[in-house]
C-alpha cells in the first residue's frame, strides 16, 4: 500500500451507497503535511510535461491544488459552480450532470485565465462519474489549451469514470484507486499500480 491508500484504510470511513467519508484528512479537515505528499507524488507521475497552470473545481479540489501547486510553481485556476456578481467578462461554461445529486450543474472558468497558449494539469480530489471531470475538459478545449494530464486523489474504481477517461486518451493519475470496498468489514481492495 502507498502512503493514501494506508491513510483511506486507517481513518476513512464507508457508508451507505458505497460513499467513502475521508472528512477527517482530505474533505473537511485537511491533512496538509498528506497533501503536500499527494503534491510531491503527482509531480513525479507528470515529470517532464511542460505543465504551466493546474485546474481544479471548487469546493473540495482547491486545497490539493494548492499545496500540489508549490511542487509545480505554476498558478492555480479553480472553476466555479455557480455565476456570481464575481465573474465579469467572457467565460467558458459548460454543462455537467451530477450523477448523485441527479440534477444539472454548470462549470465556469472566465476567459482571463485560459487561453491556447496554457498546458494544463486538471486537479480534483474523487473521481466516481467523472462527469465534473469532463466539464473540466471541455472548458480546456474550449479554450483552445492542452490537457497535459489528469492527477486524482481517491478514484472509485467501480465506478464508470476511470475508464472513460482513460478511453479518451489523458494520462489519468490516481493515487488511490478503490476497487471494492465493504461496510459491513470495513474494508477496502485497492487496484495494483506501479
Ligand atoms: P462525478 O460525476 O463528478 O464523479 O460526481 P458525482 O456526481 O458522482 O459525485 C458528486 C460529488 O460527490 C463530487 O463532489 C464527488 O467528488 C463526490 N463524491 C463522489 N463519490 C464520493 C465518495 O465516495 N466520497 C466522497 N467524500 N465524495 C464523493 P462535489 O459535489 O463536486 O463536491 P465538492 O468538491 O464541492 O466537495
Ligand atoms: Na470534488
Ligand atoms: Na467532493
Redesign the pocket.
Known amino acids: 500500500m502507498n502512503f493514501l491508500e494506508e491513510r483511506i484504510v486507517k481513518d476513512g470511513i464507508i457508508t451507505e451507497g458505497?460513499?467513502?467519508?475521508?472528512d477527517s484528512f482530505l474533505?473537511h479537515q485537511m491533512d496538509i503535511e498528506l497533501f503536500d505528499q499527494i503534491g510531491a507524488e503527482f509531480k513525479r507521475r507528470f515529470e517532464g510535461k511542460p505543465i504551466n497552470k493546474i485546474l481544479t473545481?471548487?469546493?473540495?479540489?482547491i486545497g490539493i491544488a494548492c499545496v500540489a501547486a508549490q511542487h509545480f510553481k505554476v498558478p492555480v485556476v479553480f472553476a466555479k459552480k455557480t455565476q456570481s456578481i464575481n465573474l465579469e467578462g467572457e467565460m467558458y461554461v459548460a454543462e455537467?450532470e451530477?450523477?448523485?445529486?441527479r440534477c444539472k450543474n454548470q462549470v465556469i472558468v472566465s476567459q482571463k485565465f485560459l487561453s491556447e497558449e496554457d498546458h494544463v494539469l486538471i486537479i480534483?480530489?474523487?473521481?466516481?462519474?467523472?462527469?465534473?471531470?469532463q466539464g473540466l475538459i471541455q472548458i480546456v478545449q474550449a479554450a483552445g489549451a492542452t490537457v497535459e494530464g489528469i492527477g486524482i486523489v481517491i478514484e472509485?474504481g467501480f465506478?464508470a469514470?476511470g475508464s472513460i477517461i482513460r478511453n479518451l486518451g489523458y494520462q489519468l493519475e490516481s493515487l488511490a484507486i478503490v476497487d471494492a470496498m465493504d461496510e459491513k468489514t470495513g474494508t477496502f481492495v485497492f487496484r495494483e499500480q506501479k
Open positions: 458505497n460513499v467513502l467519508k475521508v474533505n473545481i471548487e469546493a473540495s479540489g455537467v451530477s450523477f448523485t445529486h480534483d480530489d474523487f473521481l466516481a462519474n467523472g462527469c465534473a471531470l472509485k465506478q469514470g
